[in-house]
Every structure is written in structure tokens, then in C-alpha cells.
């Protein structure tokens, strides 16, 4: 029979091998597995975009190759947009986003969605993944051009994306506003539904094709893209800059026979100023210590490359990345 006194002495050496376990067992090393020296693991969560969009899969591939890092352990999660992304970080709740380009300089400046609310603290880490701007109406419509929208349902992205600010910068540049049409404010996967319904019109959706929420709707009904070309895409580049002339490939869906000429705006991937450098430049040497991974993720990341990673950013990069591109010959 064991003394009260021994019996005391087991329990005391139990508990501490049970908190050195807890303290060091479960540290991140480079290699994924234990550490005999505790570490400091970051814990970030990245925005993206919803989970029929493009930005979640891509997102959680990302996540997955900067938490091989010893110092990160990142999440991908869901989010309206990048407006709400942009909020999200600035607050301090999110860590890491994605947004376009344009609307980090509307943050910056307290314009469009962040009227009267400017957003100073928004650091650029990269660029990648082209978007392409996505009207989708049925063949029998009749609409056949973005002038004919006018009076239509129309699904505009979700509040607090940056897909409702495109789409309505689009529209003005044809001469329609909110009040000449019927616009929805629904994520993809809402528009898809209210789509097969018949409850809308049109779909907006700027994505990287071929993206799921498409292929969604072209195999409930037969569906077609309008352009967006010539004098009217001339006009909307003037006017915003930001955007660029791009097609849609006929590749990338079953139901268009040749490319559709459109606009489109790069992916940005973001955080905080208030993020050390040191974690930022760990995000983005795993980041391209794994891009093949990363590359294969989607089609559109097929040109995610190191050389033209900080093509297209709209704000500074963070000093974390700039030391990193700067040591890697980029900068």
C-alpha cells in the first residue's frame, strides 16, 4: 500500500509531465512535428469569400502551406468579401484577407463602402489569381448586351463584397443605377438559387474562371455571358483604372464557344500593419516554398509566379514582404 505521503509525490509528478506535454508537446517544428523548445505559434485567420466562390479553396491551400511555418498556424474562413475582409483586419479580428486592389484604395482614401471611415492599416502582401467580371443571363432572355438590364433583377454580390461595388460601377457606366433596375444583394451561391427560381434576371459575379457557382447554373439552364467590349469597356477603363481588359476563356465553360472579352482586377492578399515583420515574412517564404501546391489549387493560379507577385497592389507592401522580395531579387 502506497504511503499518503508517496501517493502525493506520484500525483505531483504526473500533473507536471502532463503540463510539459501540453506546454512543448504540441509546438510546431519546421517539419510539421514536435519541438523540444516552446515556440510562439501564431494563430491568424484569413478571410476569403464564400464557400461556392473561388477565394475559400484557394484560401485554405494558402493556409495550409504558410502553417508549415513553426512560428503559424493560419485558417481559412469564410467571409462576405473583401469590404467586409478590410474591416475584419483593420479591426483586429482577422488577421489576413483578400480584397481587390480597387478597394483598398477606396478604404485608404474613405470612399465608396468606406465612406466617412477610412482604413489606414491595410499592408499588401501579393498579388495573384485574375477575376473576371460575370454577367450571366439565360439564352432566351433576351438580353443580350448590359444596356438591356436596365428594368431586370439583378444579383449584385453580396453586401459588403467587393463584387457589389464592381457591379454597380459597371452599371453606372452604362447608365444604370440602382434606381433602373432591380438589384439583389446575394452571395453566389444566393444568386444561383434565386436564379433557378426565376427570381433574378441576371447573375453578377467576379471570379476567377471556371468558377463552381457558374457551372452551377449552366447545368440547371441554358445560360450565356455578356460582354463586356469595345467603346463601353473603354470607357469603363478610364474611368476605373484599376481594372484591365481580359477574356474569359471558352475553356473554362462548356457553354461558350469562343472567348468573352470582359474586365477584370487581380486577387490581393493582405494584412495588418500591426503584423510582426518577422510572421509576414515567414507567410511569404512558405508560401512560395510551396507553390506548386499552391499553383495547382485552381486554374487561374496556374501564373502565380515570385516575379510578378506584387504586380497590381493598390496600397504599400507590408516590411515584412518587402524584405522578403527584396532578398529574393524581386525588390
Known sequence: MIKKKSLKTVISILLIMILSFTTFGCSKGNDGGENTAAETVNQLIMGTGGVSGTWYPVGGVICGAISKSS?????????????????????????????????????????EAFEG???????????????????IVR????????????GKAIGTGAPGSGDEVMCREILD???????????MK??????VTAFKDRQLDAMFMLASSPTSSVLDASSQAD????????????????????????AIPDANYNFIDNDVETIGIPTMMFTSADIE?????????????????????????????????IDGLAVELHPGAQKYYEDNGVL
Do not use: W
Open 186 to 191: 446575394l452571395s453566389f451561391s444566393e444568386q
Open 117 to 135: 471611415t477610412p482604413v489606414d492599416s491595410i499592408r499588401a502582401i501579393c498579388a495573384f489569381m485574375p477575376m473576371e467580371a460575370h454577367f
Open 277 to 309: 515583420d518577422d510572421v509576414v515574412y515567414e507567410i511569404c517564404k512558405f508560401m512560395f516554398d510551396g507553390i506548386e501546391t499552391i499553383q495547382a489549387a485552381h486554374p487561374s493560379m496556374k501564373s502565380f509566379i515570385l516575379e510578378t507577385a
Open 173 to 183: 457606366a452604362v447608365g444604370i443605377t440602382y434606381d433602373d433596375c432591380k438589384p
Open 71 to 111: 512560428i503559424i498556424n493560419a485558417t481559412a474562413q469564410t467571409a462576405a468579401g473583401g469590404v467586409e475582409s478590410i474591416r475584419l483586419v483593420d479591426a483586429g479580428e482577422r488577421q489576413l484577407g483578400f480584397a481587390m486592389p480597387s478597394l483598398a484604395i477606396y478604404a485608404k482614401k474613405g470612399i
Open 139 to 150: 439564352s432566351d432572355s433576351g438580353i443580350n448586351s448590359l444596356a438591356d438590364l436596365k
Open 223 to 246: 445560360v450565356k455571358l455578356l460582354p463586356i467590349e469595345g467603346d463601353l469597356r473603354d470607357q469603363i477603363l478610364e474611368k476605373y483604372p484599376y481594372y484591365s481588359p481580359t
